[in-house]
């Protein structure tokens, strides 16, 4: 059966025009693999926008998988709609609203409100469950305490030998080890600390060079931290935590945790190294690292 879509709202980076195949799918999303090895997603309204993201309103009784969208599907993208499996799945993005990654915070000072929101909150808690306290989790709260170590020794070498460990690392189509990056990446963008400038510069560089050793999706959510383009909930996360209160940081919070299985509780740590990294140098901007 055809089903056809007006999108809610679309990345203004999204390529104009691009062919591919659906690559994988989900409740609440679907992505595409385009020719040119870029990743498309088409994502449900209420998981906010994002790099390369279309959102759609979806009916309250259905979700991607029951349209029966098979993996490898054809799909072909222009400016004014995305055609699926022959058009049997049509999605129309002329009154769609056009979204940018771009955001800036005014006031990046570390007051005591911000401090608050930071380190007074629910977000210095150990808000893994149970469940998720398996050996992957385990080993990733390893690795990020050697990571932690190595940026408090500034030790650059051991820095960037501890983010190369963290890239791949973990299970699924978005490894943990990626997810914290994403964050971790995010929080340091958005500073844009001089102090950190050349330490961000070759983290980068890091991740470049070693972003095959993962799946395709984190590979392309890696490249989309590089050019400093993030998804919203990340976004609304750090821009809270600056210009908000306890109870917004906690709403903003339960969002990224509620992305993915996982993905939003490791990226969430990642977000909170960053901001811990930023007051570290604050404390000790007289060292170098080396």
């Known amino acids: 059966m055809r089903r056809t879509f007006s999108a809610f709202s679309f990345d203004t980076k999204l390529p104009p025009r691009f062919g591919g195949e659906v690559h994988s799918i989900f409740s609440k999303a679907f992505n595409i693999r385009t020719e040119e090895n870029e990743l498309i997603s088409i994502v449900a309204v209420e998981k ?29 993208g222009t400016a004014q709609e995305i055609s699926i499996d022959n058009g049997n799945f049509l999605i129309s993005l002329g009154r769609a609203k056009k ?7 005014k006031e990046k000072t570390l007051s005591s409100r911000v401090r608050d929101n930071l380190f007074g909150s629910f977000l210095q808690e150990d808000f893994s469950t149970e469940k998720e306290r398996n050996s992957v989790s385990q080993e990733l709260r390893v690795r990020i305490q050697e990571l932690t170590k190595s940026l408090e020794e500034r030790n650059l070498p051991k820095v960037l030998r501890n983010v190369k460990r963290l890239i791949g690392f973990g299970e699924g189509l978005t490894p943990s080890g990626d997810d914290f990056l994403v964050g971790f990446i995010a929080s340091l963008h958005f500073l844009n600390d001089l102090r950190l400038g050349y330490l961000v510069r070759r983290i980068k560089e890091v991740i470049e060079l070693e972003k095959k050793r993962t799946t395709f999706l984190s590979e392309k959510f890696l490249e989309y931290a ?6 919203e909930t990340i976004l609304n996360l750090i821009e809270t935590i600056f210009s908000g209160n306890r109870e917004g940081v906690e709403e903003a919070a339960r969002r990224c945790l509620n992305f993915g299985a996982t993905s939003g509780r490791d990226t969430l740590l990642g977000v909170l190294e960053g901001l811990s990294l930023r007051v570290k140098e604050l404390e000790n901007d007289s060292k170098e690292y080396c």
Do not use: H, Y
């Open 226 to 231: 590089c050019q400093g383009r993030f998804p």
């Open 99 to 105: 979204w940018s990654s771009k955001i800036e915070i």
């Open 48 to 76: 906010l926008n994002g790099p390369n993201r279309i959102l759609l309103k979806l009916p309250e009784d259905e979700d991607f998988i029951s349209f029966k969208i098979k993996k490898g599907a054809k799909t072909v």
